[in-house]
């Protein structure tokens, strides 16, 4: 079963522009993370929000985590073309649970 | 450093042959997953490991499919036998940790096409 959905499910920018990706769950979770997978390669870890966190910053990537909203975004500034991939979001399946669920994903293409 | 190796990368059979995947972890993981990736279903968790013993099977389809991990370098995947709507990417990951707590390192995925 799935826990996240991201929004929007396809997201088309140019390059340079900031790309703004959405992730709602739906049970209380510790921690959220979100991955990229590019083309037929596998996803790779980008970033881990735990819930006492309220926004998170690795190089140009920012993540939010709004627990009461039980929503979570993704933000890339000065987008490139490099960026384009799917984006997901994953949270634990509930409070506890050692199985991770994946969103449906976020298709980004950075028009050069 | 080595990431999570699976073999092969692509893979076609007929229908009704045995199907075996391959994947090595990052040494010093102690925790191994298995997950499906369809267009329809998305990725789905078909079994995890930790320090090599199976801790939940539940989302395997059907008794078709099996896995194993002799030793925390070598997992298998298989299926037997193998079904036309098997056809998917499947994906291995590791973490150091509970896959929930920390980040998963996937593999490139298996291509799988059965005819």
């Known amino acids: 079963s799935q826990q996240g959905e991201e929004d929007p499910q396809a997201l088309s920018i140019q390059e340079g522009e900031n790309a703004t990706m959405n992730c709602s769950y739906k049970?209380?979770?510790?921690?959220l993370q979100w991955y990229r997978q590019n083309s037929g390669r596998g996803l790779v870890h980008l970033i881990l929000?735990?819930?006492?966190?309220r926004e998170k910053h690795s190089g140009r990537l920012r993540v939010t985590l709004d627990t009461s909203k039980k929503s979570s975004s993704l933000l890339i500034t000065a987008s490139r073309a490099a960026d384009t991939a799917s984006y997901f979001c994953?949270?634990?399946?509930?409070?506890?649970?050692?199985?991770?669920?994946f969103g449906t994903g976020t298709r980004l293409t950075i028009i050069p | 450093d080595a990431g999570v190796i699976q073999s092969p990368r692509h893979e076609v059979t007929e229908m009704g042959q045995e199907v075996t995947l391959r994947c090595k972890p990052i040494s010093g993981h102690d925790y191994l997953f298995w997950y499906r990736q369809t267009m329809m279903r998305g990725l789905e968790l078909l079994i995890y490991?930790?320090?090599?013993?199976?801790?939940?099977d539940s989302g395997m389809p059907e008794d078709r499919f099996s896995a194993k991990m002799p030793n925390a370098s070598f997992s298998t995947l298989k299926i037997q036998p193998s079904e036309p709507r098997d056809s998917a990417v499947y994906f291995c990951?590791?973490?150091?940790?509970?896959?929930?707590?920390?980040?998963?390192?996937f593999g490139d995925g298996t291509r799988l096409s059965i005819l």
């Open positions: 990951a590791s973490s150091p940790g509970k896959g929930v707590d920390q980040p998963q390192h």
């Open positions: 490991f930790n320090n090599n013993v199976p801790i939940d």
């Open positions: 929000i735990r819930s006492n966190e």
């Open positions: 049970t209380s979770i510790n921690n």
């Open positions: 994953a949270t634990p399946l509930g409070f506890g649970n050692e199985k991770l669920t």
